[in-house]
């Protein structure tokens, strides 16, 4: 039997949209990128000449190609936070299958309409939580459903950001104000909310508390020597300041470096280019002196039925990127998890321990043909082709309903930070 090639769209052809594209090189059996909305020049050029896409099919909004005749089986929707729902909604009615990057939408109002415009339409639809796809949880996850941990009682979790990480995403870059995406709880840890819910394997959360504040990024905490400059460039303190731009980008691109983060700052990089985003873009600006609103820190406790409770801590001040530690306590055995490559179990009748070491395990060796959460991309998208090929949602592991729960949740932590309260999700919407 041939096996069919999922054709797909690419709307917002940014980081994101370019590393699911990938796939149709690593798996061209599998998948082809036979279209594009993005807004930038540059970028629609570049995804033109890197998949041969026909003149006809490359649109500069998505609004464009909303206006035009379905030509393809699936949309990867990789545009910016608050543009996902408007584009979502429009590309379920057209019948396009979807994988919408996260967070679903920035509002529980349009999280909830496209959910149930996927529902409507009877489409293929899954949600880029990509840890859920990593050969690390996908282990962990099946140790959990194996029963060997019993009843699981509690859960911590603590997502390490990364100390300029933070700096360029969360005070000088996209995710800085929450009005141009939403608070950092959603933008950074929604994957870990998503994670903890997978954990607890169907369990309702009951109740919610968190604190959290912007803790250091403002503008008293502005080292005295940094005096009145506002741009690295020009700053006298800058040597001594780890969140020096010139530390973060102009540096490593002087010894050739061109990735992320570097490559956000400017279309091409080079040394010229990147001294000019630093003189007069986004990324340049002081970290104290930024517009930045989002919080640095913040802790959420969860209760589920049958007593359980679970903590998530989001940290920006680490050494680690993106990183995450869990614990796992069960009535029959603990679980540590490093978050990249050791899972530790303790038997608690035969008082063994195991470890495993996931990214070793021969059957996921195809991951690391794509850079990207520890597997994760290249997990999400091959499991979402194949659901398309096989025609089976199932394959899925992130589908609308069970991302909406843990969007119910994250704002439910938000709302009892910011109202200083307990919530019960419930109150929120009953899921
Ligand atoms: N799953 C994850 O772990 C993960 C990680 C990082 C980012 N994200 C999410 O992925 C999404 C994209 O993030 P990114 O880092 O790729 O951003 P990006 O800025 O690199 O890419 C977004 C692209 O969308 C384009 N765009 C904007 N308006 C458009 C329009 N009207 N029509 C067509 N294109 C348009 C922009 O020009 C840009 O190229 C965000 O929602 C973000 O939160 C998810």
Redesign the pocket.
């Known amino acids: 039997m041939v096996q069919k090639q999922v054709s797909v769209i690419v709307?917002?052809?940014?980081?994101?949209?370019?590393?699911y594209s990938k796939y149709a090189k690593i798996c061209p059996d599998k998948m082809k990128v036979v279209g594009v909305?993005?807004?930038?020049e540059a970028?629609l050029n570049r995804m033109v000449a890197e998949y041969d896409i026909p003149q006809e099919h490359a649109?500069?909004?998505?609004?464009d190609?909303a206006a035009a005749e379905k030509f393809a089986d699936a949309v990867i929707i990789?545009?910016?936070?608050p543009?996902?729902c408007e584009?979502a909604l429009a590309m379920a009615d057209k019948k396009y299958n979807i994988l919408l990057?996260?967070?679903m939408a920035v509002t529980l109002e349009d999280c909830i309409k496209i959910h149930e415009a996927a529902e409507r339409n009877g489409i293929i639809f899954a949600v880029?939580?990509?840890?859920r796809y990593t050969p690390h949880y996908t282990e962990l996850k099946k140790i959990i459903d194996s029963g060997a941990l019993g009843e699981i009682y509690n859960v911590q979790h603590v997502e390490d950001i990364g100390n300029t990480h933070f700096s360029h995403?969360f005070v000088r870059g996209?995710?800085a104000l929450e009005q141009d995406?939403s608070f950092s709880l959603m933008?950074k840890c929604i994957?870990d909310v998503d994670l903890i819910n997978w954990f607890m394997s169907g369990a309702k959360c009951t109740k919610i508390s968190s604190f959290g504040h912007l803790s250091h990024f403002k503008k008293e905490n502005k080292p005295a020597a940094a005096k009145s400059a506002t741009r690295c460039m020009d700053c006298d303190y800058e040597r001594s300041c780890p969140y020096s731009a010139k530390k973060i980008y102009l540096e490593p691109a002087e010894q050739g470096e061109t990735g992320w983060p570097i490559e956000?700052i400017t279309n091409v990089v080079d040394i010229e280019n990147v001294t000019k985003a630093l003189e007069e873009g986004p990324y340049g600006r002081c970290a104290y002196e930024c517009d930045n609103d989002v919080c640095d820190n913040q802790v959420v406790n969860f209760e589920f039925e049958g007593g359980k409770t679970a903590t998530l801590t989001m940290i920006a001040f680490t050494k680690n990127l993106c990183v995450r530690k869990t614990r796992i306590y069960g009535s029959l055995g603990e679980l540590v998890s490093d978050g990249d490559n050791e899972i530790t179990v303790f038997d608690f009748l035969s008082k063994k321990t195991t470890v495993i070491h996931p990214n070793d395990m021969e059957e996921y060796k195809m991951y690391y043909n794509l850079y990207?959460?520890g597997g994760?991309?290249f997990g999400?998208i091959s499991h979402f082709v194949d659901s398309i090929i096989h025609n089976d949602p199932s394959i899925n592991r992130s589908g609308s309903l069970d991302a909406l729960k843990s969007h119910v949740y994250t704002f439910a932590a938000e709302q009892s930070r910011l109202t200083e309260t307990i919530v019960s999700p419930s109150k929120l919407m009953n899921i």
């Open positions: 709307i917002g052809a940014g980081n994101r949209g370019s590393i909305a993005e807004a930038r970028r649109f500069k909004s998505w609004k190609l990789s545009t910016l936070d543009t996902h584009i990057e996260k967070p880029c939580h990509v840890l995403s996209n995710w995406s933008t994957h956000v990207g959460h994760g991309d999400i």
